[in-house]
């Protein structure tokens, strides 16, 4: 490759990395994620060697990583105590992993194609939704987050799961570049690209109407989402003074929610400052400073740590007091976050630790997903379904979730860390496909925003506002949404699982084999 065609190669690479990432809240050009990977299936389809396709291939996920990723960097500052320098490099490293998913990509599509001209229309939408499938990821996405504000283009989740939307999104880049390479099937290939979306679009368009019309027959249940905009201290310790004030400013909250109609009140991920035994049956007495409930008597979900003394074990749990107080549900959170709640081979390497803040890697994961059942006055039953952090963006642990059918599902988060600018509104969006996948609503309680109703068909109905406590500090707030009662999980997702990366990775295995016996007939000839 001469250096004109290796700066071009690479300029197509950069180019698509740049679109995909604009695509994506915060930026919300999302129309880009349509057109975005054809510059990289230009450059990699044109790479006279298999080594230069690769790592053109992977560039392009290093950039699209990166400018999604980018808060990664002040993450490392704030967490970790690193030099920013430092934190570049772990920004990097993050990139380097997760475009992994592209280089895998780029092997498949440019092996095939070397055998024989498939369609780029059939093998991007086959192949991407595999890999970003298989490829672990500390911070699970795929390019169907670029479609999180557009409804009707993800309401094939419920059959697919996200991924499907991944696949429509490499159809439409596979059709256009095919009609751009002029090859022979391009125009039936367009068509039936066309009519796929088509079809998707129609079937999500009849499927909202349908749900909309359950949602408005159904059951309403008045929610309090307190956002109590708290910087919490690395290491998880908290003078009695710091204690008692961000306790008394949840309760404050929980009153002002309580008389605006609140009949439950969400506290957010491990907003209780103290941590609370095992044991724990029921609210402190009046007279302790450590009283739960003070000034509202509504039933409180409420995130918090519990200690098994015996064993040592700390958990990170969502726990569910009734109207007088008494603990009648817990959960803890099962997918825990690597390098923050656990430490990846600290049994092995146990010096791992002393490159870590105070208090990492300390948590122990719950038994699987739960409900907690909240009895009303009216006779009704809430199944609750509790989702901590980043679960709520977890399809194969959502998918765990529907089989117990929850009646809506509660995040309680913390995204206090990761600034205000960028990694709340991605968590946000990622969190949008839980209401799809398993036609339930889904309120979302996080320490400093962004609190949220997204609704069965995955519409964000109300939204509080991302909040950096740590350097711009504001009171705690909370609003008061309305969600439906619905028999959630009762899906093809959640029937099926994964059965779509599944079949696209077989028809990607049949098509190889195709080729590579073509191959073997030529060379044979």
Known sequence: MNASNRYT????ATLSGCLWFLAVTPFDLSALAWVAAVPMLLAIDRAPTFRGALL???????VETAGGFYWIIDLTQRFAGFPWIAGVLVLFAFCATRAIIFLLFTAVVYG??????????????LVMPICEFIVPQIFPCGQWISQAWNPHAIQISELTGPLGVSALLMLVNGALYDLFDRHRA???????????????????SVRMRQVDELVAHAPRLKIGLVQPNFAYSADGEFSREETLHQLAALQEQSSRLQREGAQLVV?????YPLALPRE???DFPETSEARIRRGFDTPLVMGANTIDTKNDDAYNSALLLDGSGRQVGIYDKVWLLAFGEYIPGIDVFPWLKNFLPAGAGGFRAGPGPGVLNLHQSDGQTWR????????????????RVGRVHPDILVNITSDSWFGARTEPWEHLALSVFSTVELRVALVRSVNSGISALIDPNGRLIAKTYANDPYREPRGSDGIV?????MAGGNTLFVAWGNWFPYSCALSTCIIAAIVWRGRRTQRAD
């Open 267 to 271: 506290w957010s991920e491990g907003s």
């Open 9 to 12: 190669g690479l300029g197509l």
């Open 280 to 282: 724990f049956a029921a």
């Open 112 to 125: 095939i194609r070397r055998g024989r001209p498939v369609p780029m229309t059939v093998l991007a939408a």
């Open 56 to 62: 053109l291939g992977w560039w392009a996920g290093v």
């Open 384 to 399: 609750l379904g509790p989702v901590i952090c980043y679960e709520d963006l977890l399809p194969e642990f959502i998918e």
């Open 481 to 485: 949404v309305s969600a439906p009662k």
């Open 186 to 204: 391009a125009r039936i290939c367009g068509v039936a690209a066309a009519a796929i979306v088509a079809a998707a679009l129609i079937f999500g």
